[in-house]
């Protein structure tokens, strides 16, 4: 059920109900700014992840500054993002069912809709649903390219499938999907940059054996956040799939640049707003954000600008912070920012993004694909 709105404009940050997803727009549209700035010039373009923000209202604002489209994870998610006006987007993951692809079929008539395969069956499967709906849809083959997950073999096995591909009535070869994401969190700068050095030959390979067999590749997509400066200066990649770069979170800031700043310089922007609920006992403080609020798998939240803070624990409605006890912690009633690990997860927590800047709060924005997993 959809939540009523946590604030309206021009509430203080102060009385924002929480927990609620806060974006602080200035440090946002600055790593919009930052992302364009850092592509022009070297011959790829961004395709933002969408399963980042999942929000048509953020694709439109990475699009005027830029971006060739959007991709997703999610057929669900596409469809949103459709119906939102986004004219490019790619489900950069395989889609199976049946019904699914009818779904993503259907949405070739109201935008450039593109997916991915590694398996022959799944073309096959592909090439039913766009017969069956009378259009042409764009398939690209994706390579394993070092995460291990999905993804073809480069080399022959993916100029086979791509083969497939040309050769189906209702379908054609977008290019090659080559996301290295077990490399996005590496810490040290120049492991991050051999591990895509790795991938980018294998891609290079691909390709000259698809030329090989007169197919072109308009398409060479991945990277992210961790790492698209390396894809971006290989010469090889054409698209740049970052997401995260628009929030950041706790985890990515640990990823360090050759100066030892976090990667690339990218601003915290995203944070779950809690509340102060108890604080009772000398060196400890509970806030109203838990597992509920905020993910957690890439590791606990951590308390902006507020270092003497440490959250330390959550169950489901509670986050325990931490501090010395000689000390004066935290009031009752108290908001403070938490800087989740993993911003992705922790938007799909909520319904609202709180757009603040200078204190105020200055628009409400819907996570309009929130909870999108068909």
């Known amino acids: 059920m959809l939540q009523p709105p946590p604030a309206r404009p021009g509430m203080h940050e102060s009385e ?8 602080d727009l200035d440090a946002f549209e600055a790593n919009l700014d930052r992302m364009a700035a850092h592509l022009a010039g070297t011959g790829a373009k961004l395709r933002a992840h ?63 809709i593109a997916v991915c395969a590694d398996d022959a069956a799944q073309i096959d499967a592909m ?32 100029v086979e499938l791509a ?20 490399a996005q969190h590496i810490r ?32 060479i997509g991945g990277a992210g956040t961790g790492t698209f400066e390396f894809e971006a200066e290989s010469g090889v990649y054409t698209e740049i799939q970052a ?12 990823n360090l640049d050759a100066a030892g700043r976090p990667v690339s310089g990218f601003a915290h922007a995203l944070f779950v707003l809690a509340g102060v609920m108890s604080a009772v006992r000398p060196g400890l403080a509970v806030v109203d954000a838990g597992h509920k609020a905020v993910a957690v798998d890439s590791g606990l939240p951590t308390i902006w600008q507020r270092p003497e803070l ?27 920012r938490l800087v989740p690990g993993h911003c992705d997860p922790t938007v799909d927590r909520y319904d609202w993004y709180v757009g603040v800047r200078g204190g105020r709060v200055e628009c409400l924005w819907p996570v309009a694909a929130r909870g999108g997993l068909s």
């Not at 924002?16 to 974006?23: C, E, F, S, V, Y």
């Not at 998610?77 to 779904?103: F, M, T």
């Not at 997401?243 to 640990?254: P, T, V």
Request: aromatic share 4%; hydrophobic share 45%; net charge positive.
């Open 16 to 23: 924002i109900d929480t927990p609620a997803l806060l974006l």
């Open 50 to 112: 969408a399963k980042t923000h999942k929000s048509p209202v953020i694709a439109h604002q990475q699009i005027a500054r830029g971006a060739v489209g959007q991709c997703v994870q999610k057929v669900a998610e596409a469809e949103i993002l459709a119906w939102g006006g986004v004219a490019d987007i790619l489900v950069s993951n395989q889609v199976v069912d049946p019904a699914k692809l009818a779904r993503l079929a259907a949405l070739a008539r109201i935008t450039r």
């Open 127 to 158: 090439e039913a649903a766009a017969s069956e709906a009378g259009i042409v849809l764009s398939v690209l083959v994706e390579i394993d390219v070092g995460m291990s997950r999905c993804g073809v073999a480069p080399g022959s096995a993916a």
């Open 163 to 182: 083969q497939r591909i040309e050769a189906s009535p209702h379908l054609r070869f977008g290019g090659l999907q080559a996301y290295h994401g077990s």
């Open 188 to 219: 040290k700068r120049e492991d991050r940059r051999a591990a895509i050095s790795a991938a980018a030959e294998s891609c290079r390979r691909t390709v000259d054996m698809l030329r090989q067999q007169g197919i072109a590749c308009p398409i």
């Open 243 to 254: 997401g995260s770069y628009c929030f950041m979170d706790a985890d990515y800031a640990r």
């Open 310 to 336: 440490r959250y330390t624990g959550a169950s489901d409605e509670h986050g325990k912070l931490e501090f010395d006890p000689a000390i004066a912690g935290p009031k009752l009633g108290e908001k403070l």
